[in-house]
Every structure is written in structure tokens, then in C-alpha cells.
């Protein structure tokens, strides 16, 4: 049984700890946050342990998964001490509010080496490959033996699991559109926050926004496809003063799936407007176009004559990603997304706040 730690008592992390708490192969032991109040709540909610400070939790005798689920000024400075603490983590998304922090962790990462006393179900004879190489995360290699073994990591960027996008990505790939033309992603929030929302780091353009609380899923999205985005120019209005973004249009490239051209791509966000919220990806090609709507229903030829729902569930992408994670530690190949892919996102991300209607080149990211 693995011991899970969650550090940040809001809503993704009441999620996550319910599913630790389903999960036959995790228990949750500890929670953290700076509120005393909230953080006592949520332990007598899970049957766990309150603490105030996130370094008695890493550091936790009882934790040997910390699961990183603050706002993400943060994520940088709890995850490093995690990872100094020889624990395991799983980072909310953003990795961090700019791909430098989220470098950052991946160097942590590499260098980091799993303390005694913590479980890790990794064998021996499964983990020498990685002796000296990178912290585990995505790419089903155990982490190294003994003192060595890397910790595993990974970041919750959940469409990698959720049934609808995956079959978005298999059905591209496999020319269910013909040749791919354009890949658009849309935007409509009527206002932001959302409602249920009730935390005011949203609102700031340091670490909130809907490009970093939405817009990463979407562009994490089109990289899953397509691979990495090779440049990217926007331009954006603000609500205000160190506000969040209140409108961007911008646009991207990608190679096509043939690898002897490019893709382009949109990128359509409108905040307090007077339309009902829409998150959306549609690639459109030669022969259809295939949309994801509403975070999980695949819909083929949307506004078409023969418009058809290809996928309607809204399977738990959250206990898909502690399946992964789980199989990491247990040394059988978890599919998670790793530091250095939620980097890579981070990047174009950055891309849009700095564009300034500019092109950004990202091709040094996609080599």
C-alpha cells in the first residue's frame, strides 16, 4: 500500500484524495495546507493526519507519494522538497507558471534518489536500465536499484486518459479525416473565474488565467497528436492591470502526420462574454473533422447534416492517472505525462503571453 500525502485542500485536490482513497493500491496519510481550518476539515473527511506546513509532510515518516496539488506559484518550491525528501510526485498542471520552473523540476527530478523506508515496488532486476538516468515518468522505464532508484514522477494532465480525446488521436493518426488541414481550439467563458471557482490567484496574470488553467489541457492536446508545437504568435487583452487574459487570438504550427509539411493551427478565447462556456479542439481534414467537446464527448462532422457522438462518457480520467501512476511504482510501465512533456507545454503556453503578435519560434523544443 502506498502512502499519498496531498498538499493543498481546494477542490482538484478533494478529487485526487478521493481516488487515492478508492484506489486498492493507496491510502491517503496526510494533508496540508496553509489554512488550518480547511486543512483539519479534510483530514476528518479522509480519516488522515492535518498539518500546516508542507515540509512536515514531505518529509513525513508516513507519505511516500506527495501529491502537488497548490496553486501553481507554488508547485516549484513543494515539489523540490518533495523530491530532496526522496519522496514520489504527482505535480497538478500547470508544472509550474513558466517552463523555467518547470526545468527546474526536471533537473530536480533527475537528480533526486528515492529516501530509505519509502515504498517503491519497483524490483531490482526491472530498474537497472535507468540507473543513472532520468527520474521516472511516461516512458515506462523503471527508475534505478537501491540507493539510486529515481523517484516517479508525473504531471495531471488528464486527457492523456480521458476516453474521448484518446480516440480523437487514434482516429486522426489513422487518416479518419483525410489529410489533416487546420486544428482550431475555442474559448467562450461567461465569466472568470468560473463560478465554482472561489480562489482569487485565478484572477492574476502571474500564475491564473484560462490559458494556464484551460488553454494548457488544449495545447497539451494538440502536442499529443501532432508532437511538438514548432511556433506560436498571439495577441492578447487583459481584464486589467495584472488581470487575466480577457481575449486572445493567436495561431501555430505543427507538422502534419506525414512529417514533409506543416499543420496550422487557431487559437479563439473570449472572457465575460455573453456565451455559454465552450472548451473545444476540432481538426478538420480533407474528409471531416472530429471535435472535443466538453471535455469528453468526441463528436464527427459537428454542425454537419451527418453530425455523429462517437464517444459520451465521461470515464474517471482521475483514477486512470493513479492506475499509472501506480504501475510506475510497482515497475510495470505507467503511461504518465512526464517533467520534461509538461515543460514542453509550459513553453508554448509562455509562447502566448509572449508573442505579442510576434512569431515564437518553439523549434528548439521540437527537435
Known amino acids: 500500500m502506498y502512502q499519498v500525502g496531498i498538499v493543498g485542500c481546494g477542490v482538484i485536490g478533494e478529487r485526487l484524495a478521493s481516488t487515492f482513497a478508492e484506489h486498492e493500491a493507496t491510502t491517503v496519510t496526510v494533508a496540508c495546507d496553509r489554512d488550518e481550518t ?21 518529509t513525513h515518516e508516513a507519505v511516500d507519494v506527495v501529491y502537488v496539488g497548490v496553486p501553481p506559484a507554488h508547485h516549484v518550491a513543494v515539489a523540490t522538497d518533495a523530491l530532496a525528501a526522496g519522496r514520489h510526485v504527482l505535480c497538478e498542471k500547470p508544472i509550474a507558471p513558466t517552463a523555467d520552473g518547470g526545468e527546474e523540476l526536471v533537473a530536480a527530478a533527475a537528480s533526486a534518489t528515492v529516501a530509505d523506508g519509502v515504498a ?114 498571439a495577441e492578447a487583452q487583459y481584464a486589467g492591470p495584472d488581470r487575466y487574459e480577457q481575449s486572445v487570438v493567436g495561431s501555430f504550427a505543427v507538422d502534419d502526420l506525414d512529417g514533409d509539411g506543416e499543420v496550422h493551427g487557431t487559437l479563439d478565447l473570449a472572457t465575460d462574454v455573453a456565451a455559454s462556456e465552450e472548451n473545444s479542439i476540432t481538426v478538420l481534414g480533407t474528409d471531416g473533422s472530429l471535435s472535443l467537446m466538453e471535455w469528453y464527448k468526441l463528436i464527427a462532422d459537428r454542425g454537419e447534416d451527418d453530425e455523429q457522438v462517437l464517444v459520451d462518457s465521461r470515464a474517471s480520467s482521475t483514477l486512470a492517472l493513479v492506475d499509472a501512476f501506480v504501475a510506475e511504482l510497482d515497475g510495470e510501465g505507467g503511461d504518465l505525462v512526464s517533467f520534461e512533456e509538461a515543460t514542453r507545454v509550459q513553453r508554448a503556453v509562455d509562447a502566448v503571453f509572449d508573442s505579442g503578435g510576434e512569431p515564437v519560434s518553439l523549434a528548439a523544443d521540437a527537435e
Open 38 to 58: 480547511r486543512v483539519s476539515e479534510f483530514a476528518a473527511d479522509h480519516d488522515c493526519e492535518a498539518v500546516t506546513d508542507h515540509q512536515t509532510l514531505v
Open 120 to 233: 517503491d515496488g519497483r524490483t531490482d532486476g526491472a530498474a537497472e536500465a535507468d540507473e543513472v538516468g532520468p527520474a521516472s515518468g511516461g516512458d515506462g522505464a523503471a527508475a534505478a536499484t537501491g540507493a539510486d532508484r529515481r523517484p516517479v514522477t508525473g504531471v495531471n494532465l488528464p486527457f492523456r486518459y480521458t476516453p474521448g480525446f484518446r480516440e480523437l488521436r487514434e482516429r486522426v493518426r489513422e487518416g479518419a479525416v483525410g489529410d489533416v488541414c487546420r486544428v482550431d481550439l475555442h474559448f467562450r467563458f461567461p465569466r472568470w473565474p468560473r463560478e465554482w471557482q472561489d480562489v482569487s490567484w485565478l484572477e492574476g496574470r502571474e500564475q491564473g488565467g484560462p490559458i494556464r488553467e484551460v488553454g494548457t489541457h488544449f495545447l497539451f492536446g494538440v502536442e499529443e497528436i501532432f508532437g511538438s508545437i514548432r511556433r506560436l504568435t
